[in-house]
């Protein structure tokens, strides 16, 4: 049976590299000299700090564009953490790089599949979603599908079998 998974999954490469390229342009920048902005990456975990709620807005900025540079999708990252107050007048923000399909999307992705009357399978395999169907046809709708439905996560299909 053809088949092919859904994944979202991150090029950490790519992603190391934009920080490291805007660490660099906030040490250049004028607006930023003297400042505690920065920007740090450990394992799939970006922490932002600076001294001010609108300096964490600039240094995101700076970030997306990098990212975006980089043919990295912006929506890898989650921004729904609240920005952190830490001694003084300095705050960070701790952001966290998605990576593996959370079992909410999962369960849109399957749903999605079966009202679509189309004829292919949706199991949820950790963090991947396998879809099986009889014909390849059945599975590039579905791929196309899944992009159209799942528009707030930047999904990619791997292991394309026939």
Excluded at 73 to 78: G, L, N, S, V
């Amino acid at each position: 049976m053809p088949s092919f998974d859904t994944v979202l999954d991150p090029n950490l490469v790519e992603v190391k590299n934009a920080v490291d390229q805007t660490a660099k342009e906030i040490g250049t920048r004028f607006d930023f000299k003297g400042s505690s902005a920065k920007v740090e990456l450990k394992e799939k975990e970006l922490t932002v700090w600076a001294d001010s709620d609108f300096q964490i807005g600039q240094v995101m900025d700076i970030l997306i564009a990098k990212l975006t540079k980089r043919s990295v999708d912006a929506r890898f990252i989650d921004r729904s953490a609240k920005i952190e107050k830490i001694g003084g007048d300095k705050v960070k923000q701790v952001l966290v790089v998605k990576s593996g399909i959370d079992s909410d999307t999962a369960k849109k992705i399957q749903t999605a599949l079966k009202q679509s009357k189309l004829k292919v399978q949706a199991s949820i395999q950790g963090d991947t979603v396998r879809v099986t169907g009889a014909k390849r046809d059945d599975l590039q709708a579905a791929m196309a599908l899944i992009r159209k439905d799942i528009a707030d996560a930047p999904l990619s299909f791997d292991n394309f079998r026939d």
